[in-house]
T-cell receptor, first 115, second 113 residues
Framework: DAGVIQSPRHEVTEMGQEVTLRCKPI?????LFWYRQTMMRGLELLIY????????DSGMPEDRFSAKMPNASFSTLKIQPSEPRDSAVYFC?????????????FGQGTRLTVV | DAKTTQPPSMDCAEGRAANLPCNHS???????VYWYRQIHSQGPQYIIH???NNETNEMASLIITEDRKSSTLILPHATLRDTAVYYC??????????????FGKGMKLTVNP
């Protein structure tokens, strides 16, 4: 398996534009996590899904952020409209969880710059 | 809402054992202790986890105190590639799905030649 795949790897956009980040989890995994990382705030959990259902979105900063998981092999994180303070590295992770937690595998991240 | 405390940084000599401490004094009976690390500009990488017993795998050993209020991650022979930020996390067991995986500030380990 190629691991968790995120696209794009780098994104530069202008303030006010819509940005869509994409994640393909490892095949067979049933949990998916979105994180944002900045120097100031560290690694923040934004939202996570179990079996394609959002379980906890309390980390989503505001209504400009939305995440979807239409099927087990794809998820998106959308920011509309984007602002300079959204500049960060966004990570997606997936894991296989049944009765007990298992390790989460992270993608390489998307570095977002909003100018 | 990280429930762990780690020193901000630590240095270790290459080839020596690195002992990374973590305090989790409010851990509940069914919470696991997890360790991840993040090498610069990469996504975090799982290392090991445990509940009560000490654990060992090809990467590291995890020593959990009897009262479970603290733990130590041991890298037996640190190499320069082990330089990274190490995160100690406590986490509930999943029930048909994953529980939250919340990272704190972590601890920067620098392995020196």
């Amino acid at each position: 398996d190629a691991g968790v795949i995120q696209s794009p790897r780098h994104e530069v956009t202008e303030m006010g534009q819509e940005v869509t980040l994409r994640c393909k989890p490892i095949s067979g995994h049933n949990s998916l996590f979105w994180y944002r990382q900045t120097m100031m705030r560290g690694l923040e959990l934004l939202i996570y899904f179990n079996n394609n259902v959002p379980i906890d979105d309390s980390g989503m900063p505001e209504d400009r952020f939305s995440a979807k998981m239409p099927n087990a092999s794809f998820s998106t994180l959308k920011i509309q409209p984007s602002e300079p303070r959204d500049s960060a590295v966004y990570f997606c992770a997936s894991s296989l969880a049944h009765v007990a937690n298992t390790e989460a595998f992270f993608g390489q991240g998307t570095r977002l710059t909003v100018v | 809402d990280a429930k762990t405390t780690q020193p901000p940084s630590m240095d270790c000599a290459e080839g020596r054992a690195a002992n990374l401490p973590c305090n989790h004094s409010t851990i509940s009976g069914n919470e696991y202790v997890y360790w991840y690390r993040q090498i610069h500009s990469q996504g975090p990488q799982y290392i090991i986890h445990g509940l009560k017993n000490n654990e060992t795998n090809e990467m590291a050993s995890l020593i959990i105190t009897e009262d479970r209020k603290s733990s130590t991650l041991i890298l037996p022979h640190a190499t320069l590639r082990d330089t990274a930020v190490y995160y100690c996390i406590v986490r509930l067991p999943g029930q048909g799905g994953s529980e939250k995986l919340v990272f704190g500030k972590g601890m920067k380990l620098t392995v020196n030649p």
